[in-house]
């Protein structure tokens, strides 16, 4: 009984420690409408990167990413094979059509942005 007891406590402290560093990215699932991904992941780097003063915030003429069917419509744009949106935030940062201008985001950032639109960008 004493080492049934020690071995499920090793067992539960293994299981406890292999998680602590894990960091949470849910999964994209094709053909359902994941708002959980898109508002938990993708809205704030977006939020924080693109819908700010003067660019993509609604107030200019440019599209409002505050709005999901907004960026959803940037998205499905193509250039060169590649989403228009994806495409313009890889580019040099001295390219012109770079985005967001006179920033980069971080590569993490870009790949899940990337993961995101090669699995049906679902948002709602």
Same mark, same amino acid.
């Given at each position: 009984? $004493? $080492?049934? +007891?020690? &071995? &499920?406590?090793? &067992? ?9 560093? !894990? $960091?949470?990215?849910?999964?994209? #699932? =094709?053909?359902? %409408?994941?708002? *959980?991904?898109? /508002?938990?992941?993708? $809205?704030?780097?977006? *939020? *924080? =990167? %693109?819908?700010?003063?003067? %660019?993509?915030? @609604?107030? /200019? *003429?440019?599209? =409002? ?5 907004? #960026?959803?419509?940037? #998205?499905?744009?193509?250039? !060169?094979?590649?989403?228009?949106? +994806?495409?313009?935030?890889? &580019?040099? +940062?001295?390219?012109? @059509?770079?985005?967001?201008?006179? !920033?980069?985001?971080?590569? /993490? !950032? ?9 699995? @049906?960008?679902? @948002? %709602?």
């Amino acid at each position: 009984m $004493k $080492k049934a +007891l020690l &071995l &499920l406590s090793i &067992l539960f402290l293994l299981i406890q420690a292999a998680c602590v560093n !894990d $960091k949470y990215i849910p999964e994209v #699932v =094709n053909n359902q %409408c994941d708002t *959980t991904y898109y /508002s938990r992941v993708i $809205k704030p780097i977006i *939020t *924080t =990167n %693109c819908a700010t003063s003067g %660019c993509h915030d @609604g107030h /200019s *003429t440019l599209y =409002n990413f505050n709005n999901y069917s907004e #960026v959803k419509i940037e #998205v499905e744009e193509v250039e !060169d094979g590649e989403s228009e949106f +994806l495409h313009r935030i890889k &580019l040099p +940062l001295n390219h012109p @059509g770079h985005m967001p201008v006179g !920033d980069v985001l971080s590569p /993490s !950032d870009i790949q899940l942005i990337e993961n995101w639109i090669n699995n @049906g960008y679902e @948002g %709602c």
